[in-house]
């Protein structure tokens, strides 16, 4: 049959194609490879020059930004050098603007130099679109004025005037005040208006030789510029590069587009994946949607921390190298610069080459079938003489000899055909003398399975074996016992096919994925209707392709290990609950303390270690003679248990009663070896008794002349009752008055206010108001102490005094509520009041809004409906305590967008009480405003309100409920 086979397959396949086949794919192969390796050398080749083009233009791009954004940074440390040696004053306005003009004419690229003080005071420098120059300062009034300069930097007529401007709330103000150690700080690039265009700035606060806070030094660039070098640029042919930061937003860009839009006259940010450039725009939406998931700095960020700096990505099926490097600098700037530029600028070239490589490919094609056709025709008929000779030895004629000359290799296989025959025979016996052994090994290896199954199968334990699959593969006897299934039956069963033991299996798949070679867990089971604790062990073999697993029954040791931590727990609750209530000491037989708790050091005022070692005769008044003592000891050391009141004296000498209860804790032969003394302090009650009896007799006396006092005041106070009511009620009609009107709140423009406050059943003390002057939006809460007319009336004068501030422009939180409370707090002394009150104020301009005094806390939410409490406990001090708090008064600033707002709210709100006594709580408070924010203020007040009157029920009001609601348009 071999003989056939070979027979046919001789004639399947020519010889001559064997032979020239082979050697034709082999120079296909060759050439092909080579002319392939030379394709991608010259695309290796591509890629380093994109590389190096891409780099050097990133270098000039970071040199370029340092020299631009240096110079800002330079201006400032000039200043701040020139304030140090004198050159310059800020009370010398004029000597302050030469200079700065002087700076404006060396530094071109410079587009706003300024400084402000703590106290309002603010000289600036403009650069305008057009070269001319304008100053800046504020005047007495507090307004700022617009000044032209001339040539020689003089100023001339007045341009402009900005009502109320207070640059200390300014975002590059208030930012270097707060920076650490004045170190200089950029803002955030924003759009001006006017040019329109992109600006940052970089600020740094001014400290004098003594350390003192002077004000804060800051100067302006603006990034068209940038543009205008990224457009100079050439990168390849077409490529293009553009300034982002993490969040996407475009800086500056090759693009001849401006990297803003405007809308309603107002420049906007723009997005990078926006700008109408096709080749920056589908760059900036790779990195968005390429590395939307790795690691980035904050949520907002589409820009990851660890981004490859060289990339490669296609557009319409065509490849692009971008390198994209990230630009920081020592004072918080984090930009990326990202260079894109299209393969196709390089490639001309690399496929003119790959052109000529073809054609050489196909010229050795044809010149090797030819000379293989030539090579074949001259061994054939060597090859003819072999193949017989290799016939015969395949019909078993294990003896025949060929003799072949000619071909020296194929002379070396005639020989090994000689040979073939007799190795063929020695293999034939060997493999019979192994056949026997294999028996014998099979005989040995099923004696040592039976002894091993008898020993496994007598563990008092669970085994098995299981494949890395999680198929039992076998178990030991006890296991299939214990199921009460077959041992046979668990074999080719997933882990899993057995109910109860659920812990078990998530413990083996978790060790079945891991790396590890072995791993043990206590797991429950629930085997016969009860649950049962089993230690397992794992052990991976076979190089983890299976696992042994081994189990032990430890349910009794588990049960006994709760029961012993709940009775721990059970002595420890009750010594904690012993700790609080008495005094607890543990003495010797010799009445040494040898243990005592924390309330025997908080009564006797003794420490652990004066007491520790000490007798309790430290403890004596004298009030007890020597009898009582002898008859306490002669009951103690009987072994019985004493119980009696005993006055000691404490280390600062003061009194104190106890109610003793001494146990003695008895030896094997009857004596007391420790005693436990457990004390409750009864102080207060004996001084109460003393109080009592000596109050009884003088009571008595007293009694018979306040009954007649009683009947004449009673008539007093009809006729009070009558006039108290009518003042009440005058106050009340005031309280409603002075709210602001709905029409005054509607026409603030780019915020969405509602109010409500409604007293309780007496005149209240809860006060808001809502204040519009110049561009500025005042806004006071508050809550007087109690209720009645000194509370109205209080509430009145809080409104007035912040009237007044706001009318005067006073803006500054320290001056505004140090004022407002010593103007408070003269008139509480000239009224011999105790009230008082907690009051926020909140002061709104071009979507900031600055928080200071002491109320409640403030809910900030977002537009979303994410909520933030803003905790107002050190932004203050209460109003009419005391008579300066400028040391305690301080303010939060936060930044408000499109559909941010506040929610203000007195405590009648979190503390209303429902029928069972429950409190509304600001839980509830916040989960209501978050539900309800995408409405508008005046449903959002609705919702809340009507969901307060809904806890409330029928439950009597007990405070006032004020509620402010502030949305951001």
């Not at 299209?342 to 001309?348: A, H, N, Q, S, T």
């Not at 039976?450 to 334990?461: S, Y």
């Not at 309280?735 to 780019?750: A, C, D, R, S």
Request: proline share 3%.
């Amino acid at each position: 049959m071999l003989i056939t086979l070979l027979q046919k397959l001789q004639y399947k396949i020519p010889l001559r194609t064997i032979l020239v086949v082979p050697f034709v794919v082999q120079i296909v192969g060759a050439v092909g490879l080579v002319g392939y390796l030379s394709f991608r050398n010259g695309q290796k080749a591509v890629e380093d020059l994109a590389g190096q083009l891409t780099n050097e233009v990133s270098n000039l791009i970071t040199e370029r930004l340092n020299d631009y954004l240096g110079t800002p940074y330079l201006i400032n440390q000039l200043n701040q050098n020139a304030l140090d040696l004198g050159q310059i004053n800020p009370e010398n306005v004029k000597l302050m603007e030469q200079h700065f003009w002087q700076q404006a004419q060396i530094f071109d690229l410079i587009s706003k130099i300024q400084f402000a003080t703590p106290k309002g005071e603010f000289i600036g420098l403009i650069v305008n679109d057009d070269g001319t120059l304008n100053y800046q300062i504020i005047d007495s009034a507090g307004d700022l004025q617009t000044y032209a300069i001339d040539s020689q930097g003089n100023r001339r007529g007045r341009l402009k005037t900005y009502v109320g401007f207070d640059p200390r709330i300014q975002s590059w103000y208030t930012q270097a005040e707060k920076s650490f150690k004045g170190q200089p700080t950029w803002s955030k690039i924003s759009p001006w208006i006017s040019p329109p265009t992109l600006a940052i700035t970089i600020s740094q606060p001014y400290y004098n030789k003594k350390g003192k806070f002077q004000g804060v030094l800051a100067a302006d660039l603006t990034l068209a510029q940038m543009s205008d070098f990224l457009r100079s640029l050439k990168i390849g042919k077409s490529g293009k590069t553009f300034i982002i930061e993490a969040s996407g937003k475009l800086v500056a860009s090759s693009s001849s587009q401006k990297p803003f839009f405007t809308v309603d006259r107002q420049p906007q940010r723009l997005d990078a994946i926006k700008l109408e450039d096709p080749l920056i725009q589908a760059a900036a939406l790779y990195l968005q949607e390429k590395f939307a998931n790795l690691k980035t700095a904050s949520e907002q960020d589409i820009i990851p921390i660890d981004i490859p700096k060289q990339l490669k990505f296609k557009i319409d099926n065509k490849q692009h190298f971008m390198r994209v490097l990230p630009f920081t600098d020592d004072f918080g700037l984090s930009w990326y610069i990202v260079i894109v530029v299209p393969e196709k600028d390089f490639m001309k070239q690399i496929e003119s080459n790959t052109r000529i490589t073809l054609l050489l490919i196909i010229g050795a094609l044809i010149v090797a079938t030819g000379m293989g056709f030539l090579t074949s025709r001259w061994i054939v008929n060597i090859i003819l003489t072999l193949n017989k000779a290799s016939q015969q030895i395949a019909q078993g004629n294990l003896d025949q000899k060929v003799n072949i000359q000619g071909i020296k290799e194929l002379e070396s296989l005639g020989l090994a055909f000689n040979v073939m025959a007799y190795q063929i025979k020695d293999y034939f016996e060997a493999i019979e003398l192994k056949n026997t052994d294999l028996e014998k090994a099979k005989k040995d290896l099923s004696d040592a399975k039976e002894k091993l199954e008898a020993i496994l199968d007598a563990v008092p334990g669970s085994i098995s074996w299981i494949d890395s699959q999680g198929i039992y593969l076998g178990v030991n006897h006890y296991l299939a016992e214990k199921w009460d299934v077959p041992q046979e039956d668990f074999v080719g069963q997933p882990i899993g096919f057995l109910e109860g033991n659920n812990e078990l299996i998530k413990f083996l798949d978790n060790f079945l994925a891991s790396a590890d070679n072995s791993a043990s867990q206590v797991v429950q089971i629930t085997l016969d209707n009860s649950l049962q604790y089993y230690l397992i062990a794992a052990q991976k073999y076979q190089e983890g392709k299976a696992i042994v697993s081994i189990g032990i029954n430890i349910t009794d040791r588990k049960e006994a290990e709760e029961k012993l931590q709940q009775t721990v727990k059970e002595l420890s609750d009750i010594k904690y609950a012993l700790d609080q209530l008495a005094i607890v000491t543990i003495t010797d037989g010799k009445g040494t303390i040898n243990y005592v708790n924390n309330k025997f050091c908080e009564v006797s005022h003794y420490s652990r270690e004066e007491l520790i070692g000490s007798n309790h005769r430290l403890l004596k008044s004298g009030y007890h003679d020597k009898v009582f003592y002898q008859g306490l000891w002669s009951t103690i050391t009987k072994g019985k248990i004493w119980q009696g009141e005993i006055k000691n004296k404490a280390k600062d000498g003061s009194y104190y009663w106890v109610n003793s209860t001494i146990i003695p804790f008895m030896d094997d032969q009857g004596r007391p070896f420790q005693y436990l003394s457990i004390r409750t302090e009864i102080t207060a009650r004996k001084e109460v008794e003393q109080a009592l009896e000596n109050m009884v007799s003088k009571r008595t006396a007293e009694l018979a002349s306040a009954n007649a006092e009683i009947t004449a005041l009673n008539q007093k106070l009809k006729s009070e009752n009558i006039r108290m009511s009518a003042e009440l009620n005058l106050v009340f009609e005031m309280q409603q008055m002075i709210l602001p009107k709905i029409e005054e709140l509607q026409g603030i423009e780019k915020l969405d206010l509602a109010g409500f406050m409604q007293p309780a059943e007496e005149v209240g003390g809860d006060y808001y108001d809502v204040l519009h002057h110049s561009g500025i939006v005042t806004i006071g809460i508050g809550d007087v102490t109690g209720h009645g007319l000194e509370s109205g009336i209080l509430m009145v004068m809080t409104q007035t005094a912040v009237r007044t501030l706001k009318e005067m422009g006073e803006t500054d939180p320290v001056r505004f509520l140090s004022t407002l409370n010593r103007t408070i707090y003269q008139n509480i002394i000239r009224m011999n009041s105790e009230k008082n009150l907690t009051l926020g104020i909140l002061h709104y301009c071009e979507g900031q809004l600055n928080i200071s005094g002491q109320h409640e806390e403030v809910l900030l939410i977002r537009s979303g409906g994410e909520i933030e409490l803003i905790n107002t406990m050190d932004l203050g001090f209460p109003i009419g305590l005391d008579y300066e708090i400028s040391h305690f008064v301080d303010q939060i600033c936060v930044n408000l967008d499109s559909g941010d707002g506040v929610v203000l709210y007195t405590d009648g709100i979190t503390e209303a009480k429902n029928i069972d006594n429950h409190f509304y709580g600001i839980e509830r408070l916040c989960k209501v405003v978050s539900k309800a924010w995408s409405k508008s203020a005046q449903e959002i007040q609705d919702t809340v309100i009507e969901d307060v009157y809904d806890h409330i029920g029928e439950q009597k009001v007990f405070d006032d409920i004020t509620l402010l609601v502030l949305k951001q348009k």
